[in-house]
């Protein structure tokens, strides 16, 4: 019994490490803090919609980012108005130098072309955050709800995605330890 209980805490540890090291691993290869994002309004579509996970490229400057009202390249950036709320996405459209400094004007493809007043943003380059390089659809909505299923207790947060991880580690746990007695019967 006792091996077996060794052998299960090492397997839950080794697949926590490795889920740390995936993730560790993505953020370095993809050069920013936040590989992955899911849009949250229909501003983009019909290219991208709500729901669509989408793979991010970090760590860029305004020379990496191809700019044009057809086919520029799509931007995640924070929110110029609200630097602290959740990050946009919407298409470049043109790069605009002003004083020395690079900005993007970004639309989303669904928006109406003719008011950017409304619904267009002109963003700094130090508010990007990166570039969608792959979507994944409709794999966004699990990991917005796993994210977004929040459950306070006693000043902590626990997310759905924290709850499913410990359920599954307690399953593996019981599933090597059932393999063990079984072994020895």
Known sequence: ???????????????????????????????TDAPFHTPISGSMEPTLKVGDLLIIR???????????????DIIVFRNPSDPQGPPIVHRAIKKIYKNEKCYFLTKGDNNPGDDL?????LVPEEYLIGKVIFVV????????????TKINI?????????I????????????????????KA
Request: net charge positive; aromatic share 14%; hydrophobic share 55%.
């Open 58 to 72: 970090g760590g860029l400057k305004a020379k990496d980012i191809y700019a044009s009202p057809d086919n520029g």
């Open 117 to 121: 007043r409304l619904f267009g943003w």
């Open 164 to 183: 499913l991880l410990a359920a599954d580690l307690a399953a593996l746990f019981y599933l090597c330890l059932s393999d063990k007695t079984a072994n």
């Open 1 to 31: 019994m006792r091996k077996g209980l060794s052998e299960a805490i090492l397997l839950i540890l080794f697949a926590v490490i490795g889920s740390f090291v995936f993730e560790w691993a993505l953020v370095f290869i993809l050069q």
């Open 154 to 162: 006693g000043g902590y947060v626990i997310t759905l995605r924290m």
């Open 137 to 148: 659809p409709k794999v966004g909505f699990i990991m917005r709800v796993m994210d977004e």
